[in-house]
């Protein structure tokens, strides 16, 4: 007996529910209201949290099932049944010669790819007079291989030295300059369009996409004033980060960073039309934050089908096509959270990003904060694109194919 099938025997044995019909309420354990439940055996519904978020059988399914399965008798005697279900568990294996190999060879072929996103990236128009400026395809090299290091700027100079004896910087710079280049406005804009680009080689793989925020911490930290309890409080300052994956191979298609308070419904049209720039949307999943009809429509525009969590006081009453995803999520609960529950991919996406590359940043300047953590991205596309090229023999399409490196292994025949 599980955890959740403890505490339903608890309500069951010491609350009242009531039925009515196929519906039974069932009170909250805090005190705080009822629970509707509906004990379907092909599809339970409980219009709590628990349920709604994990889509399995919470407390209260529990209680209802406890309650239906006892039998009293004229004699006072109770006779209660228990049925048991036997589950199969699929287990995924993981493509372990592929994955060693993938993660043998990433720096290589990292460094490689690296290179060939950003050498035809243009040059912003420079004055006629004073220091010339660093070329903008050795600013994104160079920024995004110190985040992907992950050295302090002295040890990264070797890493430097190596990378012009490749060819893969046009001239020698100082370690320290790096920091510069994160500085740098102009950089910005053109770390958005190498993180699309770098997705575009999966463009024939993935066809469903999730949307979240998450946040990377800085060394900042600020001060404001509670309103609430009167005193004065601290906190470290965070970079808060928009994004849209692919929910097979976890690569960024599309990102977003704005003012760490910004909320988020707002950013999930951007983010999903962003995307459909390169890929085709099949179905787009989100948590409640982004529950809006603005933007089930804005999917439904680009021709795919949203699959947004509803709130626990949602209706139709809205119409249109919000009204229509909403009847969808009522009749068949279980397929609609079956899908919605894709969007775990999103985190499965910022903990990759983090776990590899830091969950802070070390930049104190504001434009330097957001440029480092879209260099996190772009590295964290570039390693999923490695993966994706051993495990689905996907090769990037940004490579010209006359240019395309000889020095990297044969992949692995099918």
């Not at 600013?139 to 012009?164: H, N, Q």
């Not at 390169?278 to 525009?301: C, H, P, Q, R, W």
Request: aromatic share 10%; hydrophobic share 35%.
């Amino acid at each position: 007996m599980n955890a959740r099938e403890e505490r339903g025997l608890v309500i069951a044995a010491t609350q009242k529910l009531t039925n009515k019909g196929k519906i039974w309420l069932v009170p909250s354990q805090s005190g705080k209201g009822k629970y509707t439940v509906h004990p379907d055996p092909e599809s339970p519904f409980c219009s709590c949290p628990d349920h709604e978020e994990t889509g399995g059988k919470c407390k209260h399914l529990y209680a209802v099932e406890f309650t239906m399965s006892r039998d009293k008798a004229a004699d006072g005697t109770v006779t209660e049944t228990r049925t048991f279900t036997f589950t199969e568990k699929k287990v995924y294996k993981q493509d372990w010669p592929n994955y060693n190999l993938a993660q043998t060879e990433e720096k290589r072929r990292f460094l490689a790819l690296l290179h060939d996103l950003t050498r035809d990236l243009a040059d912003p128009p420079q004055r006629v007079s004073g220091r010339r400026r660093t070329p903008m395809s050795d600013m994104a090299f160079a920024a995004a291989y110190k985040v992907y290091a992950g050295v302090s700027g002295r040890r990264f100079g070797t890493d430097l030295e190596e990378a012009f004896a490749k060819g893969y910087v046009s001239h020698k710079m100082h370690p320290g300059m790096t920091w510069t280049f994160l500085e740098s406005e102009l950089l910005t804009p053109v770390l958005h369009q190498l993180i699309a680009r770098s997705a575009a080689p999966l463009k024939t793989v993935e066809t469903d996409f999730a949307v979240d925020s998450s946040g990377f911490s800085t060394s900042r930290f600020v001060r404001w004033f509670d309103e609430k309890y009167g005193c004065e409080r601290s906190g470290r300052e965070w970079v808060k980060c928009h994004v849209a994956c692919g929910v097979k191979t976890h690569v960024v298609t599309a990102v977003r960073i704005l003012d760490k308070d910004a909320a988020d419904s707002p950013q999930f049209g951007p983010l999903v039309k962003a995307t459909a720039e390169t890929f085709k949307i099949g179905e787009v999943s989100a948590d409640k934050a982004y529950l809006s009809a603005e933007n089930m429509e804005t999917v439904f525009g680009l021709g795919g089908t949203p699959y947004i969590a509803f709130k626990e006081n949602s209706t139709g009453g809205k119409g249109g096509l919000f009204e229509k995803m909403f009847h969808v999520y009522s009749l068949n609960r279980e397929e609609y959270m079956s899908k919605y529950h894709k969007r775990s991919n999103v985190e499965t996406v910022f903990s990759m990003a983090k776990a590899k590359f830091g969950d802070s940043v070390r930049s104190k300047d504001d434009v330097a904060m957001v440029n480092e953590v879209l260099c996190k991205l772009l590295c964290h596309n570039i390693c999923c694109l490695i993966m994706s090229q051993f495990e689905l023999g996907i090769e990037p399409v940004f490579w010209h194919q006359e240019e395309a490196p000889t020095t990297l292994p044969m992949l692995p025949s099918a």
